[in-house]
């Protein structure tokens, strides 16, 4: 059975950091392609990062360019997010997404974790 199990989340204040992690068990890890994603209340869930299974690709929403960054560790089966120069409008549950190819959808994501809560006050 493969859990991916987010942690990192919090409270923090505008222009603050924050460094998601997921870790992943039951998973083929290394050769999987990995995602963040976020749904704030009343939004539909939406694409964040993603990094390939070597790490030498990523994506990121254009939301986020430049201050976040997608990477992974496949010895310590670990995917991370660090999170720089928080808004608010970063506020959402940010969810951590395994699939077999490299995506920015929804659709090709077969595993989610529960999600951890980022909210970031003015």
């Known amino acids: 059975q493969v859990q991916l199990a987010e942690s990192g989340g919090g409270l923090v204040q505008a222009g603050d950091s924050l460094r998601l992690s997921c870790i992943p068990s039951g998973l083929a890890f290394s050769s999987s392609a990995m995602g963040w994603f976020r749904q704030a209340p009343g939004k539909e869930r939406e694409f964040v990062a993603a990094?390939?299974?070597?790490?030498?690709?990523?994506y990121y929403a254009n939301s986020v360019k430049g201050r976040f960054t997608i990477s992974r560790d496949n010895a310590k089966n670990t995917v991370h997010l660090q999170m720089n120069s928080l808004k608010p409008e970063d506020t959402a549950v940010y969810y951590c997404?395994?699939?077999?190819?490299?995506?920015?959808?929804?659709?090709?994501?077969?595993?989610w974790g529960q999600g951890t809560q980022v909210t970031v006050s003015s």
């Open positions: 990094i390939n299974w070597s790490g030498r690709t990523t």
């Open positions: 997404a395994a699939s077999s190819i490299l995506a920015t959808r929804t659709s090709p994501y077969d595993y």
